[in-house]
């Protein structure tokens, strides 16, 4: 094997490890990471980990990146289980798989929906992993509509929403109604805003049955954007 392929290997071997005992910080100490104290845990000293990663926020893109995938592909696989018209299992399917995610990675869940890092900025990099959530819950939608199971809703948005929805259905969902695409937002957002509740205790001594309260929940959801039973 040549000696460049070795070399690369190593890196990355290196680079793995290193976000490994990053993501065990996470769920200690939360999103204030510090490369010092991850170097100390690798028994490295602190100036060699700025080879693999020059500073803090390239190593919490790293994680948040890492992080938005696993989230993606857990919705994405969930979704394409049931059948395709079947809208509403889908919708189920893939608001189940974002909380299991969640529930499994919790100091993931945070890095990304949690409270902002101070002094951090996610690049823009960022932003088309960010989108797979909702654009594949959306994405039912548009399956829903294309088959002729879903009815455009009748309400008129007010101007500047529907103003911004365009631009929205113009670059993901082109031909989608704003009106509906203004459903499956609420929807997307009202899902993440029950797993952030769960995660992060708001719903500690008012809801001891939570598998049970999810599920009602997202199949008021599912009425809302008026998937069929």
Same mark, same amino acid.
């Given at each position: 094997?040549?000696?460049?392929? *070795?070399r690369?290997?190593?890196?990355?071997?290196m680079i793995?490890? /290193?976000?490994a005992v +990053?993501r065990r910080?996470?769920?200690?100490d939360g999103?204030?990471l510090?490369l010092?104290?991850?170097?100390?845990d690798?028994?490295m000293?602190?100036?060699? /980990?700025y080879?693999y990663? $020059?500073?803090r926020?390239?190593?919490?893109?790293?994680?948040?990146l890492?992080? %938005?995938q696993?989230?993606?592909d857990?919705?994405a696989a969930a979704?394409?289980?049931p059948?395709?018209l079947?809208l509403?299992?889908?919708? !189920?399917? +893939?608001?189940?798989?974002a909380?299991?995610w969640?529930?499994?990675h919790?100091?993931e %869940?945070a890095l990304?929906?949690?409270?902002p890092?101070?002094?951090y900025?996610?690049?823009d990099?960022?932003v088309e $992993?960010?989108?797979?959530?909702? #654009?594949?819950?959306?994405? /039912?939608?548009?399956?829903?509509?294309?088959a002729?199971r /879903?009815d455009?809703?009748?309400?008129?948005?007010?101007?500047p929403?529907r103003?911004? #929805?365009g631009?929205l259905?113009a670059?993901f969902?082109p031909g989608?109604?704003?009106?509906?695409?203004?459903r499956g937002?609420?929807g997307?957002?009202?899902l993440?805003?029950l797993i952030?509740?769960?995660?992060?205790g708001?719903?500690?001594?008012a809801?001891?049955?939570r598998?049970?309260?999810f599920e !009602?929940q *997202?199949g #008021?959801?599912?009425d809302?954007m008026?998937l $069929?039973?």
């Open positions: 094997m040549p000696a460049s392929s *070795i690369a290997r190593v890196r990355a071997e793995d490890e /290193i976000k +990053a910080h996470l769920a200690t999103a204030n510090s010092r104290a991850v170097a100390r690798m028994g000293v602190s100036s060699a /980990i080879r990663f $020059p500073s926020d390239e190593l919490l893109t790293a994680l948040i890492e992080a %938005y696993a989230l993606g857990a919705v979704v394409a289980g059948d395709r079947d509403r299992g889908r919708w !189920h399917a +893939a608001c189940r798989a909380r299991d969640a529930l499994a919790p100091a %869940y990304l929906y949690g409270s890092v101070p002094g900025a996610a690049p990099e960022t $992993p960010a989108q797979r959530p909702p #654009l594949t819950l959306v994405g /039912i939608l548009r399956d829903g509509l294309a002729g /879903i455009p809703p009748a309400e008129v948005l007010p101007e929403v103003a911004d #929805l631009e259905v670059a969902f989608l109604p704003e009106a509906l695409l203004a937002m609420a997307w957002t009202q993440f805003g952030s509740f769960d995660l992060f708001r719903l500690n001594r809801v001891p049955h598998d049970a309260y !009602h *997202i #008021l959801m599912a809302l008026g $069929p039973a």
